[in-house]
């Protein structure tokens, strides 16, 4: 991962605005999806966008679910397990008219309805059972998702592209073990499993960016029952079995994003980052990207004034949001990279997105977005360097 050495870099989180037909499909002629990402690569850098990805066109379908025709001793059931644990925190409690209002309209993830519904009453069963040895078994599907992106990338340098995954932390909810003697030898198995298509992603030369949005968001749902060093214990574990599946990887190919949960609603109950930011640091990665846009946890940037940054890593705040459909004025974008840049070193800081912009955003307010982005990170460099 490149250092912003002379000027502010800019990436983003993940999912793009993908062409009519494309997200939740698999049966897409390569040559067709080939061009799509092409034209998605171009859109970024016509943004201004550095470190780009394939938009995760590739996967299709959402950062969880993709993962279910890859793995096995997996069974589907119909227990709404995960339904009931997405509607179990004190948020959707006291915001219960709100969220059931979002969801009837199909707004809970993009507030115009354009996007697919993501939600798990959507007809598609997403509960799944572990009832057997976890074995990955998607190279196939992960081989042509790389190709595509490698052909779409052209004669740009891999190592400015990244390919999202998930943390094994990410696959537990709606996953229950039936197999494994134990919690931990359940999520070490799902960690050896996902060590396969994490080392598939930088053998081909890409950065891998592990996608851990339900550790933070589970504490609402969990965590606050079992108190707060409770959870720190809890989320360690799984910082632990995710190291494990990064063993074999070099730290500078590894990014890893954690939000808590993208939806559009109150998040009146989130943990603070102070209480998990030094468990974040733990997880072998060069590049943490972390929210820092949304007015839920803006005012976060001042936990560095007491938290130093490890050498040589790299932090990618947000510095602009999914979570409003106003612009952000490249002169604030700017405002919130020199506030992490002179706690950090500007050299340490990216200029990335909250979360993916593609499924929460409408197309046309997620590329204003990327602009603004890189629009402030060029006001950004001239105030720093």
């Known amino acids: 991962m490149r ?13 793009l605005p993908a062409p009519e037909g494309i997200w ?4 897409i002629p390569e040559e067709q999806l080939t061009q799509a990402v092409s034209d998605l690569v171009q859109f970024q850098r016509d943004a201004g966008v550095d470190i780009v990805n394939e938009g995760e066109l590739t ?3 959402n950062w969880v679910s993709f993962i279910n025709s890859r793995l096995t001793g997996f069974s589907p059931v119909e227990s709404g397990e995960l339904g009931k644990l997405l509607m179990s925190s004190p948020d959707w409690t006291e915001f219960s008219d709100y969220y059931q209002a979002a969801m009837n309209n199909g707004t809970l993830f993009e507030q115009t309805a354009k996007a697919p519904v993501q939600t798990v009453d959507n007809g598609e069963v997403r509960d799944m ?18 190709r595509v992106a490698k052909a779409a990338l052209g004669a740009g340098n891999p190592a400015d592209m990244f390919i999202t995954s998930t943390a094994p932390a990410s696959l537990e909810p709606g996953r229950v073990n039936q197999y494994y003697k134990s919690d931990e030898d359940y999520l070490f198995a799902l960690a050896d499993a996902m060590r396969v298509e994490y080392e598939a992603i930088t053998n081909a030369g890409f950065i891998v960016q592990v996608d851990d949005a339900w550790l933070a968001a589970l504490w609402d749902r969990i965590g606050i ?35 808590w949960g993208s939806w559009h609603g109150p998040h009146s109950h989130d943990l603070p980052l102070e209480n998990i930011v030094d468990v974040l640091l733990t997880v072998k990665a060069q590049t943490y990207l972390i929210e820092g846009a949304n007015v839920r946890h803006e005012h976060e940037y001042t936990v560095w004034d007491s938290v130093k ?11 602009v949001s999914h979570a409003t459909t106003l612009i952000e004025h490249p002169q604030l974008v700017a405002e919130r990279i020199c506030r992490y840049a002179n706690r950090l070193g500007k050299e340490n800081v990216i200029a990335s997105t909250d979360c993916g912009l593609g499924l929460r955003c409408h ?15 060029r006001l950004a460099t001239e105030k720093l360097w």
Do not use: F
């Open 363 to 377: 197309p046309q307010i997620a590329w204003a977005k990327l602009k603004a982005l890189s629009e402030g990170a």
């Open 309 to 319: 940054l490890p050498e040589g890593k790299i932090l990618a705040p947000g510095v």
């Open 24 to 27: 939740g499909r698999k049966d």
């Open 3 to 15: 250092k912003s050495k002379d000027r502010i870099l800019t990436t983003h989180v993940g999912a």
């Open 59 to 61: 996967k299709g379908g």
């Open 129 to 146: 059972v572990c009832d057997g040895p976890i074995v990955y078994t998607g190279l196939e599907e992960l081989e042509t998702e790389l």
């Open 225 to 259: 029952g079992m108190g707060i060093e409770a959870y720190r214990k809890y989320a360690a574990l799984r910082m632990e079995a995710l190291n494990y599946g990064l063993r074999n990887i070099p730290e500078h190919q590894i990014r890893y994003h954690m939000c």
